[in-house]
């Protein structure tokens, strides 16, 4: 069975651009979340989408979007990229409204230069 | 503000030793609290969850962890350690329908 699917794999952008991450669930999974996650940390919540509607946000600025298509692939837009904004973004995805368990995908690199 | 911490940055032990990962959860309500394992390479995994009843919560790969809620405390155990344990753990609670992580542990077995 295919698991969650993220691409591009590796990514590197310039401050001031802007990124689209891409994300497939696991066929049959409704929700899909992103997570960022920073060198020497763990993953950080950006945010949850469950039947194309947001159920979550975590604490980023507003120049961090998202959306979820009918089909519940997701994406991930960061405008006016920053230095801090270097990291892996994983994205997850789950059969059931309460968000579990979380299946993750193995995520994007984004380095800005 | 919900918050989970790890005690332990890098954990180094031979093959055979036993492991004991810490991890504390700062949050009320209900508690949900998880494991996972990156392994080099590969994606986040989960190895094991407590939700309710029985605080000793068994997973895969020989790892358990005990919920104990008087020190806010849900460690991770195994035996004895093999060299494919080698991994990032990470120790996570859930806050609504979002996981909260702790920084991490790696781990590294020595054969």
């Known amino acids: 069975d295919a698991g969650v699917t993220q691409s591009p794999t590796h990514l590197i952008k310039t401050r001031g651009q802007q990124v689209t991450l891409r994300c497939s669930p696991i066929?049959?999974?409704?929700?899909v979340s992103w997570y960022q996650q920073v060198l020497g940390q763990g993953p950080q919540f950006i945010f949850q989408?469950?039947?194309?509607?947001?159920?979550g946000r975590g604490n980023f600025p507003d120049r961090f979007s998202a959306r979820q298509f009918p089909n519940y692939s997701s994406e991930l837009n960061v405008n006016a990229l920053l230095l801090g904004d270097s990291a892996l973004y994983l994205c997850?995805?789950?059969?059931?409204?309460?968000?579990?368990?979380?299946?993750f995908g193995d995520g994007t690199r984004l380095s800005i230069l | 503000a919900q918050s989970v911490s790890q005690h332990n940055h890098h954990v180094i032990l031979s093959e055979a030793a036993s492991l004991e990962l810490g991890c504390n959860y700062s949050?009320?309500?209900?508690?949900?609290l998880f494991w996972y394992v990156q392994y080099p390479g590969q994606h986040l995994q989960l190895l094991l969850k407590?939700?309710?009843?029985?605080?000793l919560v068994k997973g895969i790969k020989g790892f358990e962890a005990e919920f104990i809620k008087s020190k806010f405390s849900f460690n991770l155990r195994k035996p004895s350690v093999q060299w494919s344990d080698t991994a990032e753990y990470f120790c996570?609670?859930?806050?609504?329908?979002?996981?909260?992580f702790g920084k991490g542990t790696t781990l590294s077995v020595s054969s």
């Open positions: 997850a995805s789950s059969f059931a409204e309460n968000n579990q368990p979380q299946h």
């Open positions: 066929s049959g999974h409704k929700s």
């Open positions: 989408y469950y039947e194309k509607e947001e159920r």
């Open positions: 949050y009320g309500g209900t508690v949900n």
């Open positions: 407590y939700f309710s009843g029985d605080p």
């Open positions: 996570a609670g859930l806050a609504g329908t979002a996981l909260i």
